[in-house]
């Protein structure tokens, strides 16, 4: 299972990105500032929009989902129970999962973005698809469901997970970063190799590099663990 | 046309020549031809065409029970292609400007910052439709007729709610009644003749055919 990007070319008004490489089995993040073209390369991973040239090729990818960036545009129905059953979801164990229970007949514009958030993450991943496209899915959480959202991208055991976020205090633990700079997106390889070479690494990494330590991913548990080992 | 005075102008006269009688309807279409950018101004295919249709399927249904389906037909497809037009050249602040132009910074402000609201709102549901399609797509569901009503809904409970954030919004800037601009407008020696033109379906949908053209027979 594998998504393949062969010399991909986007571009509108100014903006343009371009890129190549191929997205393997397991989680990707792919990281870069605001406006960077994050959710433009999920448009086009995800097939809602087109590339000018290149193309994007999915193999042995069966079913395919993108989570917005702005969860109230999933919204199509009037309830929290009516919006999961349009996932074809059954309510119960998806209000479970997104700790929303006794608010199925709540409007869904009533929830706070970041319920919301839980509530479009937990559809997703309870979907289950061969690829998952996750646009921004910490934006809007506080740091214990930015923790809890994490553990539910990890515990998905199969298929290919792509993150897109400039979050740099909270990630769970991934097997490739890749970066958009300069309207280009650059694989910076399987981690653990991939963090020295990341630009924009989050604060805590740069700190362990810096201070020698080689952390085994990308979570601040990791930098941490890694600076114990050296400083016994 | 560049003078929104005189676009507004014209598209009340002709929807009413158009509304009124057949023959207004043939002659504001003929008057469309003449003096608009024709297919330049018109929706998306997808979108025309299925307004058209929901207005066939009623002409269809009206002609059937023995009413005059043709005529609803030609009147409201003119009033269709109206529409379209005035919307595809209306620029933000134009109707507006128009209002104050007309009614002055009081009443005409009212007027106008409702009248702007409004087709605001109708570029906002243009872009949450988009969006909803997204989402169904998203979600595996096929666009039906079960899809229809939930979705009708979300929208009208969202526009609500934009409604009431922009009402608090005036608010809290302190917006009471009334306002002050000065609009200025330009306007081409060809608008002024289209406008002039417009007149006359309007004259020809008051007036009895028999009155205008000797009929043969």
Not at chain 2, 44 to 57: E, K, Y
Not at chain 2, 66 to 77: E, F, K, N, Q
Not at chain 2, 115 to 128: K, N, P, S, Y
Not at chain 2, 159 to 176: N, P
Request: net charge neutral.
């Amino acid at each position: 299972m594998r998504i393949d990007l062969e010399d991909l070319l986007f571009s509108r008004d100014s903006f343009t990105l371009r890129g190549s490489g191929t997205f393997g089995a397991g989680v990707h993040l792919v990281s870069g500032p605001v406006g960077s073209g994050k959710s433009t390369l999920a448009l086009l991973l995800a097939e809602l929009l087109q590339p000018g040239s290149g193309a994007v090729r999915r193999h042995g990818v069966s079913s395919a989902l993108l989570l917005l960036q702005f969860p109230e545009h999933h919204v199509t129905c009037p309830t929290v129970a009516e919006e999961v059953r349009s996932w074809g979801l059954a309510p119960e164990d998806v209000l479970l999962r997104a700790d929303l229970v006794g608010r199925g007949d709540d409007d869904p514009f009533h929830l706070s973005r970041g319920e919301l958030r839980r509530l479009t993450l937990a559809c997703a991943v309870t979907r289950n698809p061969d690829l998952l496209l996750l646009d921004e899915p910490f934006s809007s959480l506080d740091c214990v469901a930015k923790r809890e959202a994490c553990r539910t991208i990890e515990e998905r055991g199969a298929g290919i997970t792509i993150i897109f976020s400039h979050e740099r205090a909270v990630l769970p633990r991934v097997d490739a970063v890749w970066e958009i700079e300069d309207g280009a997106l650059t694989p910076r390889g399987s981690v653990p190799d991939a963090i020295p070479l990341w630009r924009h690494a989050p604060p805590y990494l740069a700190y362990a590099l810096r201070e020698g330590a080689r952390p085994e991913n990308i979570r601040l548990s990791d930098a941490r663990e890694a600076l114990c080992r050296i400083r016994g | 046309m560049q003078d929104p005075r005189l676009r507004l102008f014209a598209a009340a006269v002709l929807s009413l020549a158009a509304f009124a009688s057949t023959a207004g309807a043939v002659a504001a279409l003929a008057w469309w031809l003449f003096f608009t950018p024709r297919t330049k101004a018109l929706p998306r295919p997808g979108v025309l065409f299925s307004l058209i249709a929901m207005i066939a399927a009623t002409a269809l249904l009206s002609a059937w029970g023995g009413g005059p389906g043709l005529s609803y037909l030609i009147r409201m497809t003119a009033l269709l292609l109206l529409a379209t037009w005035v919307y595809a050249e209306t620029e933000e602040g134009e109707v507006l400007g128009v209002a104050v132009w007309a009614l002055g910074n009081r009443v005409g402000f009212e007027i106008g910052l409702i009248a702007e609201m409004g087709l605001t709102g109708l570029a906002v549901i243009r872009q949450e439709v988009e969006q909803m399609r997204v989402a169904m797509a998203l979600k595996g569901i096929r666009p039906g007729v079960r899809s229809v009503v939930p979705l009708a809904v979300t929208l009208i409970v969202t526009q609500i709610r934009r409604a009431d954030e922009i009402a608090r919004l005036l608010v809290v800037r302190g917006y009471t009644i009334g306002g002050r601009i000065c609009p200025r407008f330009e306007a081409d020696p060809l608008d002024v003749l289209a406008s002039i033109m417009a007149v006359i379906p309007a004259l020809l949908s008051s007036l009895s055919l028999r009155d205008v053209f000797i009929l043969v027979g």
